[in-house]
């Protein structure tokens, strides 16, 4: 008989220090798909289990996929639907052999902070403990307990930029297979360190602290018990208790091995933290020295007002600097408008628009700037991405519009979307390689767009809910000490979450861990 698979997904990353709650509608505009409709899915994470599941001629239990451009907390009706819809797909499909959800890990929802652990429990206690169950997560992930305990086995992207949605979906059901097939016994272990950084060094390639930890994760897969290995550099802009980055560990009925090698890779993170830190730049002083600068582009970070993060988009803090310096060549500026764009299409291509621009969806980290120019190109903001984690699918600007102020050309959006290339960019026509200046609202992903040909790459220091280092984020929930505002640490060690092992003689299942709770504990 060919296994029963249920799949499912809420995906999303949440930010506490915006005012935009993300709604329903959010997710119909990035993914929503329902049943049927799921197994038409040939990229992402989803995409990934899929394949894996067919060439096992499985049969596919499909629930809900919904994902949306990362904002603020998810709003508690949006949550509740998505995950009654998700859990009444699941009990009318019982009984099912096992579980796949692809999650992001820093979701949040104004009824449940740790969203994914709320959905795993509600998972795991419809379908009891005999059903196993796999998630993939971001390697940006805020993993709790909770997440811990209700799930067979965590597996996190390994890539960033995230180039591995797909593969890791792949892995994640191929895990699953082992563990019904009885291949494995997996027992899991994560061990976190109180640092908290922006993803400005932490890309997975080439040398960097972050690149440096995963490799390391990575070289124990496959040796001895060693299943899997994750390593987590944590979504910093959600505001909750015991938050941290590390490793987490899968072995094969080895719990003291996981332990063991998720501290180490914790270790190692902690011994990294300090490269993990910015160097920033005021814009002025940015642009002053990139006039000095022969060619362009000379990337301008606005990481602060990154839509990936969960703000909205509409800074004009870096585009005030430019005019005030009045630059003459050529720069490339996004902003999200929804009012602007509105006038823009409202009186064509090639007439004038005199208006306030920007800081008009999240109005707590600046003003609008009044700027007059000439409106060079319309559309409807629909553009393909070109990878990552919605790889093939369709983005949505909504109304958007160019808007060309002297020598800078502001792209002007109605909704905030994800940054992967510079797909938003292309769609209306504008040339990063043609500009002195490029204003890039992300951490890391403008390497991968510019990074061949830029000459230049200046982090700024500008207000927002998505800042380039943590030094100066008001958080309430979240507990010190932690890096950066603790250098250091006295005695400090990571703290040591376990999985709960559910199949097995109980005198197999290690002390305490019967009840279905699971330790936590300072080693």
Known sequence: ?????????????????????????????????????????????????????????????????????????????????????????????????????SLHGAATAENADDLEGDLLEAVRSLVGDAVPIVATLDLHAHVTERMVVNADALLAWETYPHRDACTTGERGARMLFNILKGRCRPTMALAKVPVMVTAIHGGTEGAGPFADCMRMAKSHEGR?????????????????????????????????????????????????????????????????????????????????????????????????????????????????????????????????????????????????????????????????????????????????????????????????????NDEQFQSVGLSARDAKFVVVKNPMNYNMAYGLFAQAIFVLDTPGPTPATLRNLQFRKLQRPYFPLDQDVPGMTPTVYRSVIRRGSPTEQLSGEKSGRISKQKE
Request: net charge negative.
């Open 1 to 101: 008989m060919p296994h029963r698979i249920a799949i499912g997904s809420i995906f999303t990353e949440c930010n506490h220090f915006c005012g935009q709650p993300l709604t329903l509608q959010d997710f119909v505009r990035t993914e929503l798909r329902r049943g049927a409709d799921v197994l038409t899915q040939t990229g992402g994470t989803v995409g990934g289990m899929l394949s894996v599941l067919r060439e096992a001629s499985s049969e596919v239990v499909p629930l809900i996929v919904a994902s949306a451009c990362p904002g603020g907390t998810v709003a508690t009706d949006c949550y509740l639907q998505l995950k009654t819809e998700l859990l009444e797909r699941l009990r009318d499909a019982l009984p099912v052999s096992g579980i796949l959800l």
């Open 224 to 420: 001895g018990s060693v299943l899997s290995t994750s390593v987590f550099l944590v979504h910093p802009y959600i505001d909750l208790p015991d938050m941290g980055g590390g490793g987490l560990v899968i072995c094969d009925n080895d719990m003291e091995g996981a332990v063991r090698l998720a501290e180490q890779i914790a270790n190692l993170y902690w011994s990294r933290r300090t490269e993990l830190e910015p160097v920033l730049y005021a814009p002025d002083v940015a642009i002053r020295e990139g006039l000095q600068i022969t060619g362009g582009p000379i990337l301008l970070v606005e990481a602060a007002d990154c839509c990936g993060g969960g703000a909205s988009g509409d800074s004009v803090a870096t585009l005030k600097q430019l005019l005030a310096a009045n630059v003459d060549q050529t720069a490339l500026v996004p902003v999200v408008d929804p009012e602007c764009a509105a006038i823009c299409h409202a009186v064509g291509v090639g007439r004038r628009v005199s208006w306030s621009l920007g800081h008009k969806i999240d109005r707590r980290w600046g003003t609008p700037v009044a700027v007059e120019g000439e409106v060079i190109h319309l559309s409807d903001g629909r553009f393909r991405y070109s990878g990552g984690i919605w790889n093939g699918q369709h983005g949505d600007m909504g109304p958007t519009a160019v808007l060309r102020i002297g020598s800078i050309d502001v792209l002007i959006a109605s909704h905030a979307t994800y940054d992967w």
